[in-house]
T-cell receptor, first 116, second 112 residues
Framework: SAVISQKPSRDICQRGTSLTIQCQVDSQVTMMFWYRQQPGQSLTLIAT?????????ESGFVIDKFPISRPNLTFSTLTVSNMSPEDSSIYLCSVEGTGVAGRTQYFGPGTRLLVL | KQEVTQIPAALSVPEGENLVLNCSFT??????LQWFRQDPGKGLTSLLL?????REQTSGRLNASLDKSSGRSTLYIAASQPGDSATYLCAVRISGFNKFYFGSGTKLNVKP
């Protein structure tokens, strides 16, 4: 299994500013995933981050808006840049690990962001 | 593109009832399917994982089934309790891709 922590757990930000979210895993993992969950919606994958290479972004998400760092095998950051109220969401970090039943996806507790 | 649908969107039942949550997906070429629980304002907790070669998995009062050919999975909760109140999400991983597609969830309320 994998234990994931995220910082901050929540924040309230002004529009036009940027927020960097940190994700720490208790074991080394190859890929880390960043998801967004807008109010009342399901999860949408923002990007996949591999250590030592550029993140791979999903359709609708760009590096200028959501720059990602992956400096080592246990840590990643996601920055939400030039925020607007539409960026108010829960941002979740995820990794894949091996559970009892096979390859399992594990999630952090999420960062709840409110943009005013 | 894989589309995942969950029915119903919301469900309210009295304590002690057995219930079934449904998940359907459009592309049967899946690697696995995972059921999660999400409490309000929190992250996701994995409940059950079914590999594409499996038909069902059980954990305590939970049983998940998978029918790849029809593109369906069900999560059966026996003897529901108020503590089961949460949103339940299913996620499908496509073979050959490290990407998961999530359904929109079923919000369950179990009344004491």
């Amino acid at each position: 299994s994998a234990v994931i922590s995220q910082k901050p757990s929540r924040d309230i930000c002004q529009r036009g500013t940027s927020l960097t979210i940190q994700c720490q895993v208790d074991s080394q993992v190859t890929m880390m995933f960043w998801y967004r969950q807008q109010p009342g919606q399901s999860l949408t994958l923002i990007a996949t981050a591999n250590q030592g290479s550029e993140a791979t972004y999903e359709s609708g998400f760009v590096i200028d808006k959501f720059p990602i760092s992956r400096p080592n095998l246990t840590f990643s950051t996601l920055t939400v840049s030039n925020m607007s109220p539409e960026d108010s969401s829960i941002y979740l970090c995820s990794v894949e690990g091996t559970g009892v039943a096979g390859r399992t996806q594990y999630f952090g507790p999420g960062t709840r962001l409110l943009v005013l | 593109k894989q589309e995942v649908t969950q029915i119903p969107a919301a469900l309210s039942v009295p304590e002690g009832e057995n219930l079934v949550l449904n998940c359907s997906f459009t592309d049967s070429a899946i690697y696995n399917l995972q059921w999660f629980r999400q409490d309000p304002g929190k992250g996701l907790t994995s409940l059950l994982l079914i590999q594409s070669s499996q038909r069902e998995q059980t954990s305590g009062r939970l049983n998940a089934s998978l029918d790849k050919s029809s593109g369906r999975s069900t999560l059966y909760i026996a003897a529901s309790q108020p503590g089961d109140s949460a949103t339940y999400l299913c996620a499908v991983r496509i073979s050959g891709f490290n990407k998961f597609y999530f359904g929109s969830g079923t919000k369950l309320n179990v009344k004491p």
